[in-house]
């Protein structure tokens, strides 16, 4: 069973930045595609970005192109959100996510593992 845990949210103004960290553990298979999902009060999950396993691959959410940038060191078995020039409407609360198979890695239902979510709130 894989265990997801994210961290480094937290209160910032609006054109800051911050970085999420999503930690994994128990992992038996190499093959996982991570993701970043958020979700704002009233909203449904919304996808930020998605990395392959070796990295070689990744998108990105419309609403964040250009400001956020995702990576992994494999080493540390952690995937990282990289968060610049905030907006208030970045504003939700973050989760990341694995899947098995890499299909379809925009929605929600492609994944099989969810941490519990880190908040991220950007004051105007």
């Known amino acids: 069973q894989v265990q997801l845990v994210e961290s480094g949210g937290g209160l910032v103004q609006a054109g800051g930045s911050l970085r999420l960290s999503c930690a994994a553990s128990?992992?038996?298979?190499?093959?996982?595609?991570t993701g970043w999902f958020r979700q704002a009060p009233g909203k449904e999950r919304e996808f930020v970005a998605h990395?392959?396993?070796?990295?070689?691959?990744?998108e990105y959410g419309d609403s964040v192109k250009g400001r956020f940038t995702i990576s992994r060191d494999n080493a540390k078995n952690t995937v990282y959100l990289q968060m610049n020039s905030l907006k208030p409407e970045d504003t939700a609360v973050y989760y990341c996510?694995?899947?098995?198979?890499?299909?379809?890695?925009?929605?929600?239902?492609?994944?099989?593992?969810w941490g519990q979510g880190t908040q991220v709130t950007v004051s105007s």
């Open positions: 996510a694995e899947a098995v198979t890499p299909i379809g890695p925009t929605r929600v239902s492609a994944y099989d593992y």
């Open positions: 128990g992992r038996t298979f190499r093959q996982y595609l």
């Open positions: 990395i392959t396993y070796n990295g070689g691959t990744t």
